[in-house]
T-cell receptor
Framework: NAGVTQTPKFQVLKTGQSMTLQCAQD?????MSWYRQDPGMGLRLIHY???????DQGEVPNGYNVSRSTTEDFPLRLLSAAPSQTSVYFC???????????????FGEGSRLTVL | GEDVEQSLFLSVREGDSSVINCTYT??????LYWYKQEPGAGLQLLTY???NMDMKQDQRLTVLLNKKDKHLSLRIADTQTGDSAIYFC????????????WGAGTKLIIKP
């Protein structure tokens, strides 16, 4: 069972470069989301999607774009990387229960991004 | 705004019980969760409790919820080296469209 797959696992960028973090899930989950994890802080929600064609902003959306053209894929784009975006990024999916408060989030293994 | 707080570190001896504490501020919580993150991995759901429950037990895990004090705890009995991980507390908040509010995580360190 693949679950949630993120690529790449590691990436180093220079300030101003752009890149896309890929996320794919094979569980037919409607809900997908991107978080960033920084030392000493809880996970912070960047963007989320409740289904194909629907996306919404989370707590820290600035500097990031998302799209959801299929149920399976939810890429995160960094438009012009900044050192403040150095972080570990997690993609997570759920069958939709998160919306009603009962669902379990399934996480990818994370993508560690360093911006120089 | 909503806030979830946890101590950053907890050190226990192998075989002892570990108690990881969490406090939250939002009274519209519906579910409260404990997630576990092992080194180099994503988070995995460990257990959860509905906000109208006081306690939930699952094998070595006991979750206690004091809704009056907005305090949640996770007790791990007979702590083993495999329990070494970061434990995140999270609440599902009705007034925030049920998005999860996360604590910073407690790193559990097991001493031999």
């Amino acid at each position: 069972n693949a679950g949630v797959t993120q690529t790449p696992k590691f990436q180093v960028l220079k300030t101003g470069q752009s890149m896309t973090l890929q996320c794919a899930q094979d569980m037919n989950h409607e809900y997908m989301s991107w978080y960033r994890q920084d030392p000493g802080m809880g996970l912070r929600l960047i963007h989320y999607s409740v289904g194909a064609g629907i996306t919404d902003q989370g707590e820290v959306p600035n500097g990031y774009n998302v799209s959801r053209s299929t149920t399976e894929d939810f890429p995160l784009r960094l438009l012009s990387a900044a050192p403040s975006q150095t972080s570990v990024y997690f993609c997570a999916s759920s069958s939709g229960g998160v919306i009603s408060g009962t669902g379990e989030l399934f996480f990818g293994e994370g993508s560690r991004l360093t911006v120089l | 705004g909503e806030d979830v707080e946890q101590s950053l570190f907890l050190s226990v001896r192998e075989g002892d019980s570990s108690v990881i504490n969490c406090t939250y501020t939002d009274s519209s919580s519906t579910y409260l969760y404990w997630y576990k993150q092992e080194p180099g991995a994503g988070l995995q759901l460990l257990t959860y409790i509905f906000s109208n429950m006081d306690m939930k037990q699952d094998q070595r895990l006991t979750v206690l919820l004091n809704k009056k004090d907005k305090h949640l705890s996770l007790r791990i009995a007979d702590t083993q080296t495999g329990d070494s991980a970061i434990y995140f507390c999270a609440e599902s908040v009705r007034d925030s469209n049920y998005q999860l509010i996360w604590g910073a995580g407690t790193k559990l360190i097991i001493k031999p």
